[in-house]
T-cell receptor, first 113, second 113 residues
Framework: DAKTTQPTSMDCAEGRAANLPCNHS???????VYWYRQIHSQGPQYIIH???NNETNEMASLIITEDRKSSTLILPHATLRDTAVYYC??????????????FGKGTKLSVIP | NAGVTQTPKFQVLKTGQSMTLQCAQD?????MSWYRQDPGMGLRLIHY???????DQGEVPNGYNVSRSTTEDFPLRLLSAAPSQTSVYFC????????????FGSGTQLSVL
């Protein structure tokens, strides 16, 4: 699976959009981009994933560049409860069910009042 | 649904003791896995299972045993605990589809003295 690079930490003002970047310059055509987050010491929580197209759900939006070498997770209106470590993960699709997720160190997002 | 349930939440062991960390899920997920997380680090995969009777090693399997006798349960055994196994342990499960969400338990904080 391709490696990812994320900033170690970021701050965001409460109510503003949080834009979390992820670089995955070695990504290949069949690799998906996943985002999870871990609030305090809880288990990680799925946020969103995508392959080529931009994706949006009730939690966030995922913007993937046309060359797929980077992506941005957008939390449109950050709240204090969004303070967490955000993990960007790239994984290959190798048949239904047969894949693992590798979690790096992620980005520590601090939402500031 | 309770989701993924881990017990105990906290455990202190002496070096050389054995114990089993329990993990159960009620979502009928075929895939289950165990991760460990050391302070300031990402999660590292210990063992995983794609169904009852099938287990495989992850990134850091040494010192740990697993078995999968039922779909619901995936216990992690430490046969002879070592201080290097002090960590937070997370169990996770997901369906077997191509892009299933990984659901995590709340974790077990283990200290080995």
């Amino acid at each position: 699976d391709a490696k990812t690079t994320q900033p170690t930490s970021m701050d965001c003002a409460e109510g503003r959009a949080a834009n979390l970047p992820c670089n995955h310059s070695t990504i290949s055509g069949n690799e998906y981009v996943y985002w999870y987050r871990q609030i305090h010491s809880q288990g990680p929580q799925y946020i969103i994933h995508g392959l080529k197209n931009n994706e949006t759900n009730e939690m966030a939006s995922l913007i993937i560049t046309e060359d797929r070498k980077s992506s941005t997770l957008i939390l449109p209106h950050a709240t204090l409860r969004d303070t967490a470590v955000y993990y960007c993960i790239v994984r290959a699709y190798s048949g239904a069910g047969s894949y693992q997720l590798t979690f790096g160190k992620g980005t520590k997002l601090s939402v500031i009042p | 649904n309770a989701g993924v349930t881990q017990t105990p939440k906290f455990q202190v062991l002496k070096t050389g003791q054995s114990m089993t960390l329990q993990c159960a899920q009620d979502m009928n997920h075929e895939y289950m896995s165990w991760y460990r997380q050391d302070p300031g680090m990402g999660l590292r995969l210990i063992h995983y299972s794609v169904g009852a009777g099938i287990t495989d090693q992850g990134e850091v399997p040494n010192g740990y045993n697993v078995s999968r006798s039922t779909t619901e349960d995936f216990p992690l055994r430490l046969l002879s605990a070592a201080p290097s196994q002090t960590s937070v342990y997370f169990c996770a499960s997901r369906g077997q589809g191509a892009n299933e969400k990984l659901f995590f338990g709340s974790g077990t904080q283990l200290s080995v003295l």
